[in-house]
C-alpha cells in the first residue's frame, strides 16, 4: 500500500513510525512532514490546510490510505474533499470534527446523552459572562470556544484570573466562551480507534499540560507525556469506556454526525468517577509519540478493518514510555525559530520531531514545541531516567523542558 500522513508535527513523526512497521506499507509520503519524518518517509511540500492539492496529489499518486494529523486540517474538511474524490482517508468529517472544534458542540451532546462532564454554560457577551463568573466564585474554568491549540483554557485559581480571561477572550469579536466548573481529581488521556459504534481503545496516557515544573504555570499543548498509567486500572478503563467513549461514538452517530478516526477523550478521575473535560478528533499530541511505538499490533492493517467495521485484537508491549518535551523558551506566550539542535544523533531513545527545520545542514527550531525525547524501560522509574539523560544529551541554547514528567505516579 501506499500511505500518505498528513502533518508536520511530533503526532504525525508517530504516525509515520508506526506506519512504517506495517507489513502491508511499501510506500509512505508525509505532506508537508518534517526532518524527522524525512527519515521514513518522502516529505511532500504541501500545507496540512491545503486540502484540495493535497487531495490532487493523493489521487496522482494513487495514495491508498490517508492517515490525518492535525485538528486543522479536519475542522477544514479534508476527510470530505478526499471522500468526494473517492479516495480513501483514515478522519472524522468537518460535521463531525465540531466534537473538537466546538467546546459547545460537544457540551451539548453529552449533556443530552447523560454523559459525565463538568456542568457549564456558554456566553457570547462579556457582561453576562462576567456575572456568572462572579456569582460561581472561583476556582472556575473559562475556554475559548473553537481551536485553540491547548492554550485558550483559563483554570482560574482566583476571580481576577478568570475576569482577565474573559477580557482576553473578548478582546476580539464574535468570541464565544464556555465557562465550567472546576473539576478536581486524576487526569488521563483516553484515544480510541472510532468507525460509527465501534469503538477500540488504546493504552492510557498521562500528558503534563502546564508549563512549568510541579503543574506550575500557563496551559500547553502538552510538555511530557508517560503510558502506560498506573493509577488507571482496568476497572477505572470500563467506566470510562462504557460511560463516555462508547456512548460518546453512539450519540454522534444517532445525531447524524458519525465519526471516524481517533476519538480522543480528556478525561478526569474524580471522586464521583469519571468524567469528561473534552474530546477531540485526533490522536494526541504528544500522547501519539508514547502510545503508538507500544502498539504490536500493524497499526495500518488495524486502520483498515475497523474502516471494515472489523475488530481487531490490539497488542501492546508491556513496556513504560515516557516522552519529555523540549520547547521554545518563551512557549507558550511566544517562540523562537533558528536555533541550531546538535548531538540529535546521540540519544538511545526515539526523538521526535514536533517543531524543527533543516537550515544550511543543521536541524534548528521551527516553533514553540520542538522536540519529544522518548525511552521505553520496564518501570517508570527507569524510563524516567533513561529519557532524561537523553535530553541532557542534546544541545541547543534555545530550549526549555520540565524536569517532572511522571513524578506525580512514582
Ligand atoms: P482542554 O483544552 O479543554 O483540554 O483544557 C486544557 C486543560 O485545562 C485540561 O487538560 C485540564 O488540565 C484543564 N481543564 C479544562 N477543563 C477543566 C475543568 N472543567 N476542570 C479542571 N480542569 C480543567
Ligand atoms: N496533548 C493534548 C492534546 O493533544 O490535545
Known amino acids: ?164 480571561a474573559l477580557q482576553a477572550a473578548f478582546s476580539t469579536p464574535d468570541n464565544r466562551v464556555v465557562i465550567e466548573e472546576c473539576l478536581v481529581g486524576f487526569e488521563f488521556s483516553l484515544i480510541c480507534f472510532v468507525c460509527g459504534d465501534l469503538v477500540m481503545p488504546m493504552q492510557i496516557a498521562q500528558d503534563h499540560k502546564c508549563a512549568y515544573d510541579g503543574d506550575k504555570g500557563p496551559n500547553t499543548g502538552g510538555m511530557g507525556v508517560y503510558s502506560p498509567v498506573r493509577k488507571i486500572t482496568d476497572e477505572i478503563i470500563e467506566e470510562a469506556m462504557s460511560k463516555i467513549m462508547e456512548p460518546m461514538a453512539k450519540a454522534m452517530a444517532t445525531e447524524g454526525h458519525s465519526f471516524t478516526g481517533f476519538l480522543y477523550g480528556g478525561l478526569m478521575l474524580t471522586k464521583e468517577g469519571v468524567k469528561t473535560i473534552e474530546f477531540n478528533a485526533r490522536l494526541g499530541d504528544p500522547e501519539a509519540e508514547v502510545i503508538l511505538p507500544r502498539l504490536q499490533s500493524d497499526f495500518v492493517e488495524v486502520i483498515e478493518k475497523i474502516m471494515n467495521h472489523q475488530k481487531s485484537e490490539l497488542v501492546w508491549d508491556d513496556e513504560v514510555t515516557l516522552g519529555v518535551v523540549m520547547a521554545s523558551d518563551g512557549y507558550p506566550a511566544s517562540s523562537t525559530k533558528g536555533a541550531v539542535i546538535n548531538r540529535l544523533d546521540q540519544c538511545d531513545g526515539l526523538v521526535f520531531h514536533m517543531g524543527t527545520a533543516l537550515q544550511d545542514g543543521n536541524i534548528v527550531t521551527d516553533g514553540g514545541r520542538v522536540l519529544l525525547v522518548s525511552a521505553k524501560a520496564k518501570t517508570l522509574e527507569e524510563a524516567y531516567e533513561k529519557a532524561y539523560q537523553d535530553v541532557a544529551k542534546i544541545q541547543c541554547d534555545a530550549l526549555f523542558y520540565r524536569h517532572d514528567i511522571g513524578k506525580k505516579d512514582m
Open 1 to 164: 500500500m501506499k500511505v500518505l500522513v498528513i502533518g508536520k508535527g511530533g503526532r504525525e513523526h508517530a504516525i509515520v513510525h508506526a506506519v512504517s512497521r506495517s507489513k502491508l506499507v511499501s510506500k509512505i509520503y508525509a505532506a508537508p512532514g518534517n526532518p524527522g519524518i524525512a527519515a521514513l518517509a518522502e516529505c511532500v511540500p504541501i500545507a496540512d490546510n491545503k486540502v484540495d492539492e493535497l487531495a490532487a496529489f493523493a489521487k496522482e499518486h494513487a495514495i491508498d490510505l490517508t492517515i490525518v494529523g492535525p485538528e486543522a486540517s479536519l475542522a477544514l474538511g479534508i476527510v470530505d474533499v478526499f471522500q468526494k474524490a473517492g479516495l480513501k482517508i483514515f478522519g472524522p468529517t468537518k460535521d463531525a470534527a465540531q466534537i473538537e472544534s466546538s467546546k459547545d458542540f460537544a457540551k451539548q451532546i453529552m449533556v443530552k446523552y447523560g454523559i459525565p462532564t463538568a456542568a457549564y454554560q456558554t456566553f457570547d457577551r462579556y457582561e453576562e459572562a462576567l456575572a456568572y463568573v462572579e456569582a460561581q466564585g472561583a476556582p472556575i474554568v473559562i475556554k475559548e470556544d473553537g481551536l485553540k491549540a491547548g492554550k485558550g483554557v483559563c483554570v482560574a485559581a482566583t476571580i481576577e484570573e478568570a475576569i482577565q
